[in-house]
DNA sequence: GTGGCAGTCTAGACAGAGTCTAAATTGACG
DNA sequence: CGTCAATTTAGACTCTGTCTAGACTGCCAC
């Protein structure tokens, strides 16, 4: 046997590099450091947001570094990238296949709860592509 | 009866102003141009494209104007905004509910065939909250 | 007809997310 | 240690989209 046991949020900091190692990923001080934020918990972070997170924590790392690093984090599959509304990309931790909830009127982001939702009869890719991967956002607001 | 008859793309540019004032839109030099192209036909646009043609069709329209212009037909439901990609967001003007194929390698973007496709078992919006709308898009590669 | 006026349009400044470049730093390895 | 490829960095830059302040339009009252 060799499967490999992915790591699921929460991922003590302790075992970041070991994390990021057994995805591919040269093994950085500050990847480590965005990692264990992200790896804390199962979370929807945007770039700016991760960035806040390394100061507040006394680390820090320059902007472009930020962004390297989240791309290639979900380059590798350690995060998800998801394009809910424009203005900014959001890091999701989680990582099962899950659907999102975004209240358009105060930006919050949730996962579905672990329902048993089916996308039934998805046609087939067209000629000459194939499935990468299907993103359901429903959109609420606020009553 | 009093059912306002929706009008769906095509829709030719002699009754694009009676499109939009079935909507509550005010008429204007300006919205009868854009509301041409998005109508024209079923199709997905990004502002920019709608500029372009615009120049092409030897009409104009400020920057502010066509942004302006493209938000008001979205909250008037004349079109329906997509955000794919964090890079731009596009214009639809199939007024139907569909969902997306994306193809993130060249940017092409595709409704799904007018399959039965459904999603069940979606669960209820968060406490105070009520669905505003589904989005699914499928993300596909070139093989 | 003319004047008033609200709504619309415009140029261009501005904002914010994300990318790029060229130089500095790091750290693994011989 | 010294070398060198990979990584990080500051900050310029790009791009989408927003905002502002003034100009324009066209409808309506008179
Ligand atoms: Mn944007
Ligand atoms: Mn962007
Ligand atoms: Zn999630
Ligand atoms: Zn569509």
Do not use: C, W
Not at 24 to 33: D, H, K, L, N, S
Not at 36 to 65: C, N, P
């Amino acid at each position: 046997m060799n499967i490999k046991k992915i790591m699921t949020p929460p991922v003590r900091r302790e075992d970041v590099p070991a994390a990021l190692a057994s995805l591919g990923i040269a093994v950085t001080a500050q990847r480590i450091e965005i990692g264990a934020i992200l790896l804390e918990s199962m979370q929807h972070l945007s770039a700016e947001q991760v960035q806040a997170r390394l100061e507040a924590d006394g680390a820090s790392a320059s902007k472009a570094t930020v962004y390297n690093t989240l791309g290639l984090f979900a380059k590798k599959g350690l995060v998800r990238e998801l394009v809910i509304d424009g203005a900014r990309v959001f890091y999701d931790s989680n990582p099962s296949d899950h659907f999102h909830f975004y209240n358009v009127d105060d930006g919050t982001l949730f996962d579905f709860p672990s329902s048993p939702v089916t996308l039934t009869n998805l046609p087939t890719p067209p000629e000459g592509t194939k499935l990468d991967k299907v993103d359901v956002i429903v959109r609420v607001t606020t009553k």
